[in-house]
């Protein structure tokens, strides 16, 4: 990872679409004092200070990641919490040891899905709460008349920019394969008219030079659909799936 990644992480927390299933999720952990709460995938400490605050002083903060780069931001960010540098298919904590967990858009690029969630499971408490919250990219749709063209930019978002591209929609069933009651899923839709704000997260120019240097769209034709999406009215959409699931007492 690098000091882009860093800012690209800042830049969606900090957007209103971010925000937006953010908060969601944090409200769905229901944070109380006293609660230790894992992170995984905690990046550069983005979402920290929210989970610090809802433990309060007698609770504890977890972060996990398996980026030195990324912990050493989270932890000059927020040195309250506890950093462990490792792996969502083996996490360096005790079994039943967290009262909390979550995972931010993780899921969709670890090796395993189904194991990094096992993992939640195993270090969390009877009676504990997971909240994971993950994109599908399939609902991806970028507005143009050249509709041939935008699908084709969708597809190769979901078939070869992103390992686990239909996660989101996978996450509840993933979490009773692994022993969790689910609670609640809430489909977030994410609306971007605003184009700045989109090409900081969806990177959409660089994305159209990718699929042509790959293949999957004409270098005439990408350069025409880039132009008038770009040119506005900006509309794009997808969807954030936030599923809350707990442990059985």
């Keep these: ?5 860093i800012a690209y992480l ?3 927390a900090a957007s209103t679409p971010g925000r937006d299933y953010k908060g969601r999720a944090l409200a769905a952990l229901d944070l109380v004092p006293g609660n230790m709460v894992l992170d995984l995938g905690c990046g550069p400490g983005t979402d920290l200070a929210g989970l610090v605050a809802g433990v309060g002083p007698t609770g504890g903060v977890i972060g996990v990641d398996a980026d030195p780069e990324m912990l050493a931001t989270a932890r000059l960010r927020v040195p309250v919490a506890t950093f462990h540098l490792g792996d969502a298919h083996a996490l360096p904590l005790a079994d039943a040891s967290v009262d909390r967990a979550r995972a931010d858009r993780v899921l969709q690029h670890v090796a395993d899905p189904a194991r990094a969630v096992a993992e939640l499971r195993r270090v969390l408490r009877p009676g504990g709460r997971v909240v994971l919250a993950d994109n599908d990219w399939d609902t991806l749709v970028v507005d143009d008349p050249d509709l041939e063209t935008s699908r084709a930019y969708t597809r190769y978002v979901s078939d070869a920019r992103v390992r686990n591209a239909t996660v989101g ?13 689910v609670t609640d899923v809430e489909a977030v839709t ?3 008219r605003d184009l700045s704000v989109a090409e900081r ?4 120019g660089d994305v159209t030079g990718w699929a042509v ?4 769209i004409d270098a005439d034709r990408a350069r025409a659909w880039l132009a008038r999406v770009t040119a506005g009215p900006f ?3 997808s969807t954030v799936f936030v599923t809350t699931a707990t442990v059985p007492d």
């Design 235 to 237: 509309l794009a959409s």
């Design 213 to 216: 240097r790959d293949g999957a």
């Design 201 to 204: 997260i969806l990177r959409i």
């Design 10 to 12: 800042d830049h969606v």
């Design 169 to 181: 929609r996978q996450l509840a069933r993933l979490c009773a394969a692994a022993g969790f009651v």
């Design 190 to 192: 994410i609306v971007f």
């Design 1 to 5: 990872m690098t000091s882009s990644s």
